[in-house]
C-alpha cells in the first residue's frame, strides 16, 4: 500500500493561503480515494475534504467550503489542499489519508474508512 507525506505547513498570518501537499509513494496512487483531515488542539480530527480516486468528485466539509480546495494529480502521485483566507482558529495539524476503492465505492467521510495516513504538518495561523 502507499506511504503518504504532507508538506507546506507552516506559520503566517490571517488572510494568507497556503498549499498543502500530499505525496504518495510505493503504490498505485489512483487506486486509492484521498482525503485532507486536520485536528486542532485540544478537539477531535475532523474532515475537511475528499476525493476520489479519479479527482472527479469532490466533497468538503460545510464549514471550510468556499475556502478550501483539494485537487489530486495521478501522474504526480500528489493531492494538495488550497487554503485560502486562513484564520486563526484554521490552525491545526494537517493530515492527508487514503482510502483502496477495493473497500469503498466512494471516497469515504469518515476517519476509519481510510487505510494509510500521513505524519501530518502543522499549520499555524496568527491574527
Known amino acids: 500500500q502507499v506511504q503518504l507525506v504532507e508538506s507546506g505547513g507552516g506559520l503566517v498570518q490571517a488572510g494568507a493561503s497556503l498549499r498543502l501537499s500530499c505525496a504518495a509513494s510505493?503504490?498505485?496512487?489512483?487506486?486509492?480515494?484521498m482525503g485532507w483531515f486536520r485536528q486542532a488542539p485540544g478537539k477531535e480530527r475532523e474532515l475537511i475534504a475528499t476525493?476520489?480516486?479519479?479527482?472527479?468528485?469532490?466533497y468538503y466539509g460545510d464549514s471550510l467550503k468556499g475556502r478550501f480546495s483539494i485537487s489530486r494529480d495521478n501522474a504526480k502521485n500528489t493531492v494538495y489542499l488550497q487554503m485560502n483566507s486562513l484564520k486563526p482558529e484554521d490552525t491545526a495539524v494537517y493530515y492527508c489519508a487514503a482510502a483502496n476503492v477495493r473497500r469503498t465505492v466512494t471516497a469515504p467521510r469518515t476517519q476509519d474508512a481510510y487505510d494509510v495516513w500521513g505524519q501530518g504538518t502543522q499549520v499555524t495561523v496568527s491574527s
Open positions: 476525493t476520489s480516486f479519479t479527482g472527479v468528485n469532490k
Open positions: 510505493g503504490g498505485t496512487f489512483s487506486a486509492y480515494h
